[in-house]
């Protein structure tokens, strides 16, 4: 399941009106939208500190009714904090906005790729916003029917942060599907009704990641240290990709006892995009440190800040409940060297590194207008980057739908979470952007 502090994001709103302070929230269970009110005339226009505020407010008393709205509720609104709701089901409160998304051609890719069609997959888990555990039927053979392919599936259903998953197929699809050290890419996913991408899937590798089954539980071993060590020069400098998000949560172990690493979302490539406060070498640093000693306080500050050449001077004390198939002294002699080889090479460009085209311009796509007496006119078919609903369902144009039940209570189980440990309750995903948090990556704990 998705866990309630990555549930809800606020992703716009409208604040300066009559004093009615309206926030657009997104539901990740339930990939719906809602419109968000708060009525209060306590604000002045020019109350920045206030009207910031009412983003929290409004997200609070949406968690608190989230429960109990019918999947025909648009909109909530309120005056009082503390007090009751109204709610809207009238197509004016509907804010929910999809991607207008590209032909598979588009993705000009330089090899056929597999493509799986959205209403063939079926859901098995709720992993993270935007990332589904899900199963499409295998391709019949003359044996017989083949088992059901069970894969990750990264999507987007909002146009924010659609680039960075667009660009994190591009990379993915490129690299080779039988590198012994990656996750494999699996296949493109298109929209049935309109015909769009929307997302991809890779191999789904069970057992969880090297941060669910950390050292306490599964010995860490050498030789996936030295694997990781491999994959990370292969996608340095054979495919000119650096990673940028080395961590145990994004490494896995398959069924042959290899190491794989997955999770591309926050790469980049190293002829256009080198940022040496986000060199790979820092990350398998910290890495290893964080396995070993389950400290994870040095990666709590800005890339800028982490430093990794520090905490190399400093001597790495094993925790006690960590299981290796080694001694500490065996790992860090394998790093050094590693870390010592690497001052040797540099990055110099070759016929293997990827690339691929910049993401054109959004499709046409239909849109609204008003004519001068109020009646609704339809525009010529012009490149926009977002289709509302709304405007859909007046022009009679076809739209997937992407809402879906929630998967829990919201109410059931913070109440469960509050049992175990004291965690807050009205935690947003959201930065100063409003770009989705792209941390969040396939087969991830939850």
Not at 12 to 34: A, E, K, P
Not at 125 to 145: E, F, I, K, N, S
Not at 157 to 183: C, K, T
Request: contains cysteine.
């Amino acid at each position: 399941m998705i866990d309630p502090e990555y549930r809800f994001y606020i992703w716009g709103g409208d604040v300066m009106t009559l004093n009615l302070y309206t926030w657009h929230i997104i539901d990740f269970d339930q990939r719906r939208h809602f419109s968000v009110t708060y009525y209060t005339p306590d604000i002045s226009d020019d109350d920045f500190e206030k009207i910031d505020a009412t983003e929290e407010i409004c997200l609070a008393k949406l968690r608190k009714h989230v429960d109990e709205l019918g999947t025909d509720v648009l909109g909530i609104r309120f005056s009082d904090p503390d007090g009751p709701i109204t709610i809207s089901t009238s197509q004016d409160d509907d804010v929910t906005t999809y991607s207008n998304d590209h032909l598979p051609s588009e993705l000009c890719l330089p090899f056929p790729a597999k493509t799986v069609r959205f209403d063939c997959l079926t859901e098995l888990d709720r992993l993270y916003p935007q990332v589904d555990l899900v199963t499409y039927a295998g391709v019949h053979t003359a044996g017989g029917p083949a088992a059901d392919t069970k894969v990750a599936f990264k999507y987007w259903f909002m146009q924010n942060g659609m680039h960075r998953r667009w660009y994190e197929l591009q990379l993915w699809a490129r690299l080779p599907r039988d590198h012994s050290h990656i996750v494999p890419f699996d296949a493109v996913v298109v929209d049935h009704v309109r015909g769009g991408v929307i997302g991809f899937t890779s191999e789904y590798i069970p057992g969880g990641t090297l941060s669910e089954t950390n050292a306490t539980v599964r010995p860490l071993r050498l030789a996936w240290f030295r694997q990781l060590l491999s994959v990370v020069d292969d996608l340095n400098y054979r495919y000119g990709i650096m990673h940028q998000d080395i961590a145990a949560r994004n490494l896995v172990i398959d069924e042959t006892d290899n190491l794989r690493i997955f999770d591309f979302n926050n790469s980049s490539r190293i002829s256009e995009h080198y940022d040496p406060h986000r060199d790979d070498k820092k990350g398998v640093i910290f890495t290893l440190y964080e396995i070993l000693t389950l400290d994870e306080q040095y990666r709590q500050v800005s890339h800028a800040e982490q430093d990794a050449e520090a905490l190399l001077l400093q001597q790495w004390e094993k925790h006690p409940d960590v299981k290796l198939d080694g001694e500490v002294h065996e790992f860090r002699n394998v790093l050094d060297a590693w870390l010592e080889n690497r001052k040797t090479r540099e990055f110099k460009k070759v016929d293997t590194w990827l690339q691929w085209p910049l993401m054109p311009k959004p499709p046409k796509g239909p849109w609204l207008t008003s004519g001068s007496d109020g009646t609704i006119a339809r525009e010529e078919m012009s490149s926009i980057p977002l289709l509302k609903r709304k405007h859909l369902i007046k022009l009679n144009e076809p739209y997937l739908d992407w809402e879906r039940p929630a998967s829990y209570r919201l109410r059931d189980v913070l109440k469960e979470q509050e049992k175990e440990v004291d965690v807050p309750t009205t935690a947003t995903t959201r930065d100063t952007n409003r770009s989705v948090d792209e941390s969040h990556g396939l087969n991830k704990p939850i």
